[in-house]
């Protein structure tokens, strides 16, 4: 960053940074992909309260200026006229100190117009800071033709050391040390609109397809997550996830992120599902770090979740791990929270008995059995070198079992040694039919595990899954041991996948699956060079008849959905199969599917050609309308929905046309809409704009009439006679007729809650199986409404 500096001799050097966006006339050119992440730190930057918040620039004594509204603005009623300047600095000002920090990164804008016709045809403005003293940094310019609105854009950061107790932003005009000698080309009058300055980050926005159509894994294709702990609770699965998103920072130019740097990390990501397919993002859990539930925790990483009523209330758990050295555990009101700290210190600590000796303290997993009685399982990294090398190699007793209090944020007693060969870390446990079965990740070897050693046979190879079945959740020996449950993951999915791993196993209405992270979207996003950023991924778990696993096999293709989605009521916009291009992020309010008391996220960054998607959605008889609540970021979006491909019919346009900014629920009638369909959201408008924000979905079906229809056939002497029967369940008269293969019947009106009776005769001995078609129509809620039903006979012969 170049800094302009004022000296004696009044020269003033207008150097803009390097690393600022420069913008030409009053085309914006963003020079990286960057994402909001805080207001607008300018007050009254649209002038449409007049001049509140600003001041002509008074650094130093020479400069002066006259401020006045204008009504000629870029946007809105109202702008910002400067005149009667005595020094090209001389411009609007607004005090900043207090809002911007040293060392973070903001994006600057500003509309600005010149008139004067004597003044030359082009004209260069800066948007600069004033540091106090002579510490001024241009951030931003742009050169404008006279009577145009020109863009002034940059993308700036405050050096780490910078003193920002007085930062003050105004706009200027290029430095000369005498301006007065030619006032029409340094001094003409100017007018300012629309100045914002935001923190800004590089955007983490995931622009490739990471989740292929029709395939089930990863999970997820706009964010990562790692180490995933399935829970169950209610009728749904949720993954708590140690959030690699949060270090991920591709470079702009090239895409490709540094490595992952597990140190940064102090947030969980959770996500939810009710068919293990379209998945609903909840956001992120800010569990450490000084703004964190626990704060007196650094990181959080590989969670742990677990229900407990305590004292009479249902409590949820979260543990995870404070780094490689502590554990700790916050607790929830549900499993989305709100979160808070029963504890001051950490859990799981050098201080928990018959842990001294445990070189990494974390990877925290409870188990609540079905007497109430909990557990916690924990422990991993470099076996003690008190034992010989082959028993570190194979038999490093690095991971620990200690029963839970019961408030679930204690321990008692002291914690058990799990003797889980060539173990590493991730130990977790589930039962079933009375036993428990202990999984964990196995280590590469090298001196941390006593070098170059032989393996027993049997035991698992470098960065396996292996497990241990056991009649007791405290007694884990190594003749437990029951063989490798996972391969490496590099084994199924290719060249840069490779690396430890992190797994659970759930039971969920009565099949149990196995968690695991891949690097597939780092994969999908980098080609082979991956840089450790992990997705989870779900399989289907297979017993034998002895009780042991059958080996599980990692596949893009994942699970079966469970059920088919429900998309008749109001669920939210981030719940989704298969996505494109697409962000999420929190914002104000209460979640429309899952209430007051949990974080509300949207679907962001949404750019013309993204798309959503939702797997195997019932529409049932059929769908008449969709609505969507929006927050338009710009005019003229639309969303296009589809069936069954991206590039599909489109059976529905939704115009996003309400007012920019505001939310605002959108509609559109659909056409061709019955049956089971993945259902595609595709985005369309303005290239180069983000377009809206999508907060949740809501689909009306086509009115239904509830009759009961039924049909049979009987002997009239000879001859066979099919009857039909037709049965109004509704509170309204309805009108309905039946028509087969022997001619039409009227039923005429039949009254709520009443039946009337047809008969077709055939004049036949015998008739062939066949149907009775009853068509049926009323008037609901002043529209008009038409059924159709079906009812089989069987084959008679009479005589």
């Known amino acids: 960053m170049h800094h302009r500096l004022r000296h004696a001799t009044r020269r003033r050097f207008a150097a803009v940074a390097a690393a600022l966006t420069l913008v030409a006339g009053s085309a914006a050119v963003a020079a990286a992909p960057v994402q909001a992440a805080s207001g607008n730190l300018i007050v009254n930057g649209g002038f449409e309260d007049g001049l509140a918040g600003w001041f002509p620039n008074n650094g ?29 600095g001389s411009g609007p000002m607004q005090t900043l100190s207090g809002k911007v920090q040293a060392g973070k990164t903001y994006l600057v804008t500003a509309r600005v117009k010149y008139e004067n016709p004597n003044s030359p045809s082009t004209k260069q403005f800066f948007v600069t800071m004033h540091y106090g003293g002579s510490t001024y940094t241009n951030l931003g310019t742009v050169t404008v033709p006279r009577g145009q609105w020109g863009l002034i854009q940059g993308t700036f950061t405050i050096p780490a050391g910078q003193t920002v107790s007085t930062a003050r932003i105004f706009v200027e005009t290029p430095w000369t040390s005498n ?23 590089v955007s983490k926005t995931i622009e490739v397809v990471g989740k292929l159509p029709g395939e089930h894994n990863p999970l997820i294709g706009h964010k990562f997550g ?150 916690l399982y924990f422990g991993g990294g470099p076996a003690s070198t008190s034992m010989p090398a082959v028993e570190r190699f194979n038999n490093p007793k690095n991971i620990r079992a200690i ?10 007693g002291t914690a058990a040694v799990v003797d889980a060969p060539v173990a590493f870390e991730a130990a977790q446990v589930f039962k079933r039919e009375g036993k428990y079965y202990l999984s964990y990740s196995s280590h590469f070897g090298g001196n941390d595990f006593g070098g170059n050693q032989p393996r027993v046979p049997g035991y698992p190879g470098g960065g396996q899954i292996g497990y241990l079945i056991s009649d007791d959740p405290m007694s884990w020996p190594k003749e437990t041991y029951a063989g490798v449950l996972f391969p490496n993951q590099s084994q199924f999915f290719g060249t840069g996948t490779g690396g430890n791993n992190h797994q659970s196993v759930f039971e969920f209405e009565g099949k149990y699956y196995f968690t695991y992270h891949a690097p597939t979207l780092n994969k999908r996003i980098n080609g082979n060079t991956t840089q450790g950023y992990r997705s989870p991924h779900i399989q289907e778990l297979a017993f034998n008849e002895d009780g042991t696993i059958q080996q599980v096999v990692g596949t893009y293709a994942g699970v079966d959905q469970v059920r088919d989605f429900n998309p008749y009521r109001v669920f939210e916009a981030e ?13 104000d309010g209460a979640s429309a599917e899952f209430g007051t008391a949990v974080p509300n996220l949207v679907v ?43 590039a599909g019919p489109v059976v529905g346009t939704v115009p996003v046309d309400t007012a920019t900014g505001e939310w605002a629920e959108v509609s559109a009638d659909l056409t061709g809409v019955s049956g089971v369909h993945d259902v595609y959201f595709t985005y369309r408008g303005p290239a180069g704009e983000d377009l809206f924000e999508l907060d949740s979905w809501a689909f009306e079906a086509v009115p239904a009439l509830d009759l009961s229809v039924t049909a049979g056939t009987r002997c009239v002497g000879e001859k066979v006679m099919v009857t039909v029967r037709a049965t109004n369940n ?21 009254p709520p809650g009443q039946e009337k009776f047809r008969s077709f005769p055939t004049g036949a001995a015998s008739v062939p199986a066949g149907e009775v078609t009853v068509t049926a129509s009323a008037t609901v809620d002043g529209e008009p409404v038409t059924a159709s039903y079906r009812a089989a006979y069987d084959a008679r012969a009479c005589g």
């Open 575 to 587: 719940t989704v199969g298969w996505s494109k291009g697409i962000a999420t992020g929190k914002v």
């Open 226 to 375: 790692a180490d995933g702990f399935g829970f169950v609770h209610d009728g749904r699965v949720y993954l708590y996830m140690t959030n690699d998103t949060q270090g991920y920072a591709p470079n702009p130019a090239t895409g490709v992120s540094p490595g992952i740097n597990y140190g940064d990390i102090n947030q969980i990501t959770v996500i939810s599902s009710t068919d293990l397919v379209n998945w609903t993002d909840h956001g992120e859990v800010q569990v450490a770090g000084p703004n964190g539930v626990a704060p007196f925790t650094g990181n959080s990483w590989a969670p742990g979740m677990a229900k407990k009523v305590v004292n009479g209330e249902e409590k949820f758990f979260l543990y995870y791990a404070n780094g490689g050295g502590s554990s700790n555990v916050i607790t929830g009101k549900s499993p989305l929270g709100p979160w808070t700290s029963e504890r001051t210190s950490t859990l799981i600590d050098g201080r928990t008995p018959g842990a001294e000796t445990v070189a990494w303290k974390f990877d925290p997993a409870p188990l609540v059995d079905s007497d109430g009685a909990a557990y």
């Open 730 to 750: 509704e509170p309204i008269h309805v009108s309905a007729s039946a028509e087969s293969a022997y001619g039409t019947r009227p039923f005429g009106a039949v």
């Open 179 to 201: 301006p007065s000698t030619a006032p029409d080309t340094h001094l003409m009058d100017f007018k300012v609109d629309d100045v914002t300055l935001q923190e800004y980050v």
């Open 604 to 646: 962001r960054d949404i750019d013309d050609g993204d798309w959503t998607a939702l797997s195997s959605v019932d529409f049932g008889k059929g769908a008449r309308s969709v609505t969507a609540k929006v927050r338009a970021l710009t005019a003229g979006g639309t969303i296009e929905v589809r069936l069954d491909d991206v």
């Open 403 to 412: 029963k839970l209090g019961d408030d679930m944020v204690s321990t008692q």
């Open 60 to 88: 130093n004594a020479a400069d002066g200026a006259t401020l006045s509204p204008t009504t000629d603005a870029y946007s809105g009623a109202g702008a910002l006229l400067v005149t009667n300047r005595t020094t090209t």
